[in-house]
């Protein structure tokens, strides 16, 4: 009995001590105390007692002498490392080793530092910025009308093209000493943001030039001649571009490009120069047919040696002017009936300058390692922000539908049914709003998130996809319809291209964030793969040493820490007092989460190794606990930058169950599908020891949050901050918005009808009856049976839909055509 408590008392100190992640001498004490304990109790003989004590004493010395440590211990682990190590390809490198790790790291710690989190500035706009997007961007929404654009004249009319590129639209990343606007990130994302609340044709065209492409290739690597020559250009819209990467045989694989320039001499204007002979075949590249300069992503090869003694130089990326002979380009693809300019091009042997490679000649090969580099930026911005203006024009209208439009005598909003998409859609918006801002503020702070830009990439779009596709189910008939009146169709057939492009979301969930994340955040992963590739063996040891202990240490630690606050329910987990105390339980839930987090990648990547690359659906997991965990932080902190308005709590408990559940759900299944079954058991008492802590949002909860939805107020602005609302009622959302606003107006005239029935006081068949009874009897005056006849008016406008001519008009298209022809 003694022996057991004895041995119970050393496993509760050995907790402590992992869990305070100890030095190593008070280890070693507590190893020696351990045997002098155990020898009083088990009452172990004197011999017994010396050589168990100096078994410890030498493996203590072992470990705490550095030269001893490295040539008995690590030097042999360091081998097998070396021998399991899978190799990296240089693509595969570039990828790793490309942009920064931002809040993520603390994620990826065990134990973030949450006063780190709350002492993020927030993103603000300068007052010019601002002055854009309430003047230049309101007039663009105003001019672009999304079913002209995307069903009669398959484009932007010339005069919103023009309007985009003399007001600058197009140069919004290029810094004002070459003409372009040097907006902050935060003020080019609110800029998308708004477009996508009114028209996919705008945003996608503002949106492509302000990302990866030839604008931002330029700034980070151009020769100064070539940004003195394309900047500006780009900057006025005098040239139009477009990157082109993709191949029909290389998509998401998009490093085995297919697409090949050879390096040769030719003769250009007029004298031989030195050149390449480039072939490609691309598609579904955005404003392809109407660009004038081409970004064209092809591999090089030098047979001859003209640059250098290497044949294959690698992925190289050119700025190719489409007027060149041999440039194939102007077919059009037909994207979901997105009518934004996309479609194919092509060259055979075209012959072109060396100087055309971004960079010039010393940067042939670099191409990918550029792609890379610039990826985080624009991938942080563009899809998050269009897509969360999509999902604010799908809240804002479907919110206002829902209470406006009646069925069963109620306004669908009502029915519980309906509340839980709508409650659905709120948190969604809060939680992705949040991501976006976040993110897009980082890259303000000078990061280049890698990881967390694919993060905010697919859970922003899955997001916006689940939105719209709400307020399709909520909308009925109404969004289904297509036509002047829908305002949410085109957002839904628009969805899979956010999907698809700038990583295709499956992969980017499936292989890249967490296949990324574990080495880029992780605090001794990239270290122990550096220091295993290391020239200079002495100095690969060392590294090694160090960052190998190092991660014993915090893997021990997150056990400790994870089984602990899995015990605790993590109540005594620090959070400083910078964060509302409504944040309180939710910060220490995320810390507890972290922990654990580390703790199962840790073991994931110990007990599968390399493997763990094609177990995709493991790391599909894992790579969702890290983004919840960020998209948490993100809610948190966007609670703390809008100054803790209590009437948004519904929206950030709702998104904080909602996460955190989700968190939950993502151990289970990595827990679940671990191919190790002993030490899935393990991992499982020590994350989950009493259970599953935490549970999905509340039915209560969600109601709070769908009536904050359905009715004007502050936080329904707030949630839908930055969208272009018209004020013109004719005009979908203008009309909603009259509809709403009448709609509750006329809701309390109407409730004093009912009673004035109930009492027998009126009588009437039919709405308009009792409301002229009404009327007549005193119980409402002239002015309220007015508001109730423009309720009704606008109810009617707003439930109607669009129809057509049986032929859609063709007959009369026809006509019109053969007129003009004879004419
Ligand atoms: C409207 C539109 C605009 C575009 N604009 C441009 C542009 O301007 N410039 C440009 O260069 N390209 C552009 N693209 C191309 C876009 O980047 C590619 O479509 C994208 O990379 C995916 O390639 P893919 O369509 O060939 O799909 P595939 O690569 O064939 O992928 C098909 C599916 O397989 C999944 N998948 C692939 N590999 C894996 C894996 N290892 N693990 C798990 N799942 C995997 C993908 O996630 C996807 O779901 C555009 C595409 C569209 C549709």
Redesign the pocket.
């Known amino acids: 009995m003694a022996v057991l408590a004895f041995i119970l008392a050393s496993l509760v100190v050995l907790t402590v001590l992992a869990y305070a992640a100890a030095p190593g001498w008070l280890w070693a004490a507590a190893a020696l105390g351990f045997v002098v304990g155990l020898s009083s109790v088990a009452g172990l003989s004197p011999v017994a007692t010396s050589a168990a004590f100096a078994l410890v004493t030498a493996f203590a010395v072992v470990l705490a002498v550095p030269s001893l440590r490295r040539a008995l211990v690590s030097q042999r682990i360091l081998g097998a490392f070396r021998k399991v190590l899978p190799p990296m390809s240089q693509t595969e490198a570039d990828a790793i080793n490309a942009g920064t790790v931002w809040w993520d790291g603390e994620l990826f710690s065990g134990k973030p530092d949450w006063a780190k989190l709350a002492s993020i500035p927030k993103p603000v706009l300068s007052a010019e910025e601002q002055s854009f997007l309430d003047n230049e961007t309101e007039q663009l929404c105003a001019m672009a009308n999304d079913w002209e654009a995307t069903h009669l004249n398959s484009d932007m009319p010339s005069h919103v093209w023009q309007f985009i590129k003399d007001k600058g639209f197009l140069g919004m990343i290029i810094p004002k000493e070459f003409g372009g606007k040097g907006f902050s990130a935060i003020a080019h994302s609110a800029v998308v943001q708004k477009l996508s609340t009114r028209s996919s044709s705008a945003a996608v065209s503002v949106m492509?030039p302000n990302s990866l492409?030839p604008a931002e290739l330029l700034l980070h690597y151009g020769t100064d001649e070539q940004k003195r020559h394309y900047l500006p250009r780009l900057a006025k819209g005098l040239e139009i571009p477009?990157?082109?990467?993709?191949n029909?045989n290389?998509?998401?694989?998009?490093a085995s490009i297919p697409d090949y320039g050879i390096v040769c001499k030719g003769i250009w204007e007029g004298r031989e120069v030195l050149g390449m002979r480039v072939t490609w075949d691309?598609?579904?590249?955005?404003?392809?047919p109407i660009c004038t300069v081409l970004g064209l992503?092809f591999r090089l090869y030098d047979p001859d040696k003209l640059l250098g003694d290497k044949e294959d130089l690698g992925i190289t990326c050119a700025l190719v002017a489409t007027q060149t002979p041999g440039v194939q380009i102007g077919r059009r693809?037909l994207?979901l009936n997105?009518k934004?300019q996309?479609g194919p091009n092509s060259g055979k042997d075209v012959f072109m300058p060396i100087d055309w490679i971004i960079g010039g000649r010393k940067m042939a090969g670099q191409g990918w390692r550029m792609l890379m580099e610039c990826l985080a930026a624009g991938r942080s911005i563009s899809l998050p922000s269009s897509n969360v203006g999509m999902g604010k024009l799908a809240v804002r209208g479907t919110g206002a539908y829902a209470r406006v439009r009646t069925q069963f005598k109620t306004a669908i909003g009502k029915f519980e049914g309906i509340e839980e998409p709508l409650a659905r859609m709120g948190g969604y918006l809060y939680a992705a709003d949040a991501t976006r801002t976040m993110t897009a503020g980082a890259i303000d702070l000078g990061e280049r998130p890698s990881v967390l830009s694919a993060v905010a990439k697919y859970h922003v779009t899955e997001r916006a996809r689940q939105i719209v596709n709400d307020a399709m189910d909520i909308q009925g008939g109404k969004g289904i319809c297509l036509g002047p009146n829908n305002f949410i169709g085109r957002a839904y057939q628009q969805m899979p291209?956010a999907i698809?492009?700038?990583?295709?979301?499956?992969?980017?969930r499936?292989?890249i964030i967490f296949g990324q994340g574990a080495i880029r955040c992780h605090p001794y992963v990239l270290k122990e793969m550096q220091a295993t590739r290391e020239q200079d063996r002495a100095q690969g040891l060392a590294d090694f040493d160090d960052a190998f202990w190092g991660h014993i240490g915090f893997t021990v630690s997150n056990a400790a820490r994870a089984l602990v606050m899995g015990l605790t329910g993590a109540r005594f987990a620090g959070v400083p007092a910078l964060f509302a105390p409504e944040h309180r339980r939710y910060i220490q839930q995320l810390t507890r989460f972290s922990s654990a987090f580390a703790l199962l990648a840790d073991v994931s990547m110990l007990t599968m190794g390399g493997a763990l690359k094609r177990k995709?659906k493991i790391s599909a997991r894992l790579g969702d606990i890290l983004s919840l965990m960020y998209i948490a932080s993100c809610t948190l902190k966007r609670y703390e930058d809008e100054g803790r308005q209590s009437a948004d709590r519904p929206l950030l408990d709702w998104a904080m169950h909602d996460a955190l559940a989700k968190i939950q759900t993502a151990f289970e299944g990595v827990l679940d599908n671990f191919p190790s079954r002993p030490s899935a058991a393990l991992l499982r008492v020590l994350i989950f020891p009493l259970g599953k802590p935490c549970a999905a949002p509340s039915d209560r909860l969600g109601s709070k949050v769908a009536s904050l939805l359905i009715e004007p107020s502050a936080t329904r602005d707030r949630l839908t901050a930055g969208m272009y609302v018209p004020k013109s009622e004719v005009d979908p959302i203008g009309a909603l918005e009259a509809a709403l606003d009448a709609t509750i107006k006329a809701e309390a005239i109407e409730a004093t009808i009912r009673a004035a029935q109930k009492d027998k006081r009126i009588a009437g068949k039919t709405h308009e009856e009792l409301a002229q009874a009404a009327l007549a009897a005193g119980v409402i005056g002239a002015a309220e049976q007015a508001q109730l006849v423009r309720a009704a008016k606008l109810r009617d406008q707003v439930v109607r839909v669009d129809d057509f001519p049986r032929d859609f008009g063709l007959s009369e298209k026809l006509a019109g055509l053969q007129q003009r022809a004879a004419a």
Not at 282 to 288: E, Q
Not at 500 to 508: D, H, M, P, R, S
């Open positions: 492509v492409g477009a990157f082109a990467l993709t029909p290389a998509g998401s694989d998009a691309k598609r579904y590249i955005t404003l392809g992503a693809h994207p997105g934004f996309n291209v698809t492009v700038e990583g295709a979301n499956i992969l980017t499936s292989l995709e």
